[in-house]
């Protein structure tokens, strides 16, 4: 990755993250428009996107628990962007650095638990979202 490419991402990201924080309300307004999960009401089971919104709203007023319990996927992935903006700033100031597995069985095990997870929490209604 090129210097100016580090030095745009290094930049980009600290805006990004304040706006969608000073946006906070206004995106959780827009939340109150989305539609229902069809598969949810057509099935009375989670689909591995229910809890999405609910999750991400969590996160933007900072309860991090009751977005892991909405759907632990928006957390995992915002987890994961820290790590790259961090490897990536560290790489900006000459240190190569690597905070996320590299390794592809990792990530085939974090996958298969997330799928374990999706299945199971239609049969424990405490790992179901939080309504």
Do not use: D
């Given at each position: 990755?090129?210097?100016?490419?580090?030095?745009?991402?290094?930049?980009?990201?600290?805006?990004?993250?304040?706006?969608?924080?000073?946006?906070?309300?206004?995106?959780g307004?827009?939340?109150?428009?989305?539609?229902?999960?069809?598969?949810?009401?057509?099935?009375?089971?989670?689909?591995?996107?229910?809890?999405n919104?609910?999750?991400?709203?969590?996160?933007?007023?900072?309860?991090?628990?009751?977005?892991?319990?909405?759907?632990?996927?928006?957390?995992?992935?915002?987890?994961?962007?820290?790590?790259?903006?961090?490897?990536?700033?560290?790489?900006?100031?000459?240190?190569?650095?690597?905070?996320?597995?590299?390794?592809?069985?990792?990530?085939?095990?974090?996958?298969?638990?997330?799928?374990?997870?999706?299945?199971?929490?239609?049969?424990?209604?405490?790992?179901?979202?939080?309504?």
């Amino acid at each position: 990755m090129t210097k100016r490419l580090r030095i745009i991402i290094a930049a980009a990201g600290p805006l990004a993250a304040a706006a969608v924080f000073a946006l906070r309300g206004y995106i959780g307004g827009l939340a109150g428009h989305l539609p229902e999960c069809y598969f949810h009401k057509a099935t009375l089971l989670w689909c591995p996107g229910c809890g999405n919104t609910r999750s991400v709203l969590a996160l933007l007023h900072g309860h991090l628990w009751l977005a892991i319990r909405n759907n632990p996927t928006m957390p995992f992935l915002g987890l994961l962007l820290v790590l790259l903006y961090a490897e990536n700033a560290a790489a900006l100031g000459g240190r190569e650095i690597r905070l996320l597995p590299r390794k592809q069985l990792f990530w085939w095990i974090v996958i298969a638990a997330f799928v374990v997870f999706y299945v199971v929490r239609n049969f424990v209604g405490a790992l179901a979202p939080v309504s």
